[in-house]
């Protein structure tokens, strides 16, 4: 028996957890606030899109071949995007978040007002296009909030981000169905407009480049930078030869000052373990959520006889827009987080073939079948936890925090190049199995199911604690 005297705690003491460090709120809120600039450029124009199509003529009238041009815009942004993101992440590490920031709102805002006001089909591809060159903000705001946290509050920050992004995502469908077309649509205020009966889409587009100007505006008056040390100012780059010359010896004597701990590393020396990981399960979930997202309008504007539900634009903008995670990362863990999201994709697959059979046999868009989308809706909530949880994970696996916009550029890359692949791919295989009826109409189904389990499988090799 140890010996017990009166000084002997009964109770064993427990570990105090650390006190969770405040989030810096005004400077976090803006963040939060520029990140909707994307999900709204992105997916505004989903409602619309295959009407779009049709407008222009490029299908000559063969409804089974607007998924394959679908596709295609939706998948330009991501694919130019994967070209450049990278280099923009990297270049935030040297001249700092706020300047790559600025440049990225500016193509935001610029290529939407050019989109809405494309008439031909490779006008839409070159909108489209600079669309996502010139933006790298999603990886460079990652980094800016990994900055801007540390250990106790990090998962608290990353709860905040998909709901960002939803919210977004639920804004955009949202202007993009309620704003198409207007002069047909509100014919008592813009029937006689001209403008809009020549350009039925400008509306919705001009909404986010609206917003991406005045976000670009807010950027530069209140966004601080978070870069503890830049190596190199934009007005730099500007100066002359003689000018640029100086600046580069006094860039190598700032550099020499720095730790080696503290600079960000080679782009060799990222690709360890722990990023690819991170980033190959980052990719792999943006992947089975894109094509869900792509194929998810294409499937609702499709003719009820081809096995859609033939909704109009605004109809389908409304269903778009139907819209904790820091307790339950909390209880569960970043792998279990990320796991569950990854699953609910699954049932999210399912719920297609079941919609074309009840439409089908009764040739109209039947109440079970709105109960089918809701659950489908719901299903697809859970999707965000995983955003949050690999975030974590991501901003772990960095070498050193001069290096978290390269870890994030790198991330970003991987997942825009899946983006890009995903509805591209998800909605030609739909054009291909309703053309050809391959295995009854479903293939493209059985291939989305197998890209979840597979992504299932990937997410296992998530070590267990971040």
Known sequence: MPQ?????????????????????????????????????????????????????????????????????LQSLFFLTQAMTVLHWSR????????????????????SMYCFGLSTTFWGLVLSRSLNGALNGNIGVIKSIMAEMTDATNISQAYAYMPIAWSTGGVLGPMIGGALANPAKQFPHLFGDNEFLKMYPYFLPCAVPATFSAI??????????????????SLPRLFRSKKQSLSAVSDINDVTT????????????????????????????LSLVDITFRAIQPLFFSTPIELGGLGLEPSSIGNILSIFFFAKIHDYWGSKKTFIVGIASTLPIFVCFPILTYLVKSNGIVTPLAWVIVGVQIIFSLAISFSYGAIFIYISAASPNRASLGATNGLSQMSVSVCRAIGPAASNSLFSLSLRHQYLGGFLVYYVLLGVAGLSLVTATMLPRKV
């Open 4 to 72: 017990v005297d009166e000084e002997t705690p009964l109770l064993r003491e427990q570990q105090c957890k650390p006190q969770r460090t405040p989030l810096p709120w005004f400077q976090f809120s803006l963040v939060l606030f520029l990140q909707l600039a994307e999900p709204l450029t992105s997916q505004v124009i989903y409602p619309f899109l295959p009407q779009l199509i049709r407008d222009i003529g490029i299908t000559g009238g063969d409804e089974t071949k607007v998924g394959h041009y679908v596709g295609l």
């Open 91 to 110: 270049i935030s590490d040297r001249v700092g978040r706020k300047p790559v920031i600025l440049v990225g709102l500016f193509g935001l805002s610029m």
């Open 215 to 232: 976000a670009w505006l807010v950027t530069f008056m209140f966004l601080k930078e978070t870069v503890q040390a830049p190596t190199l």
């Open 257 to 284: 000052e720095i730790p080696d701990n503290e600079k960000p590393v080679a782009f060799r020396q990222l690709l360890n373990r722990r990023v690819l990981i991170a980033a190959g399960n980052y990719a792999t």
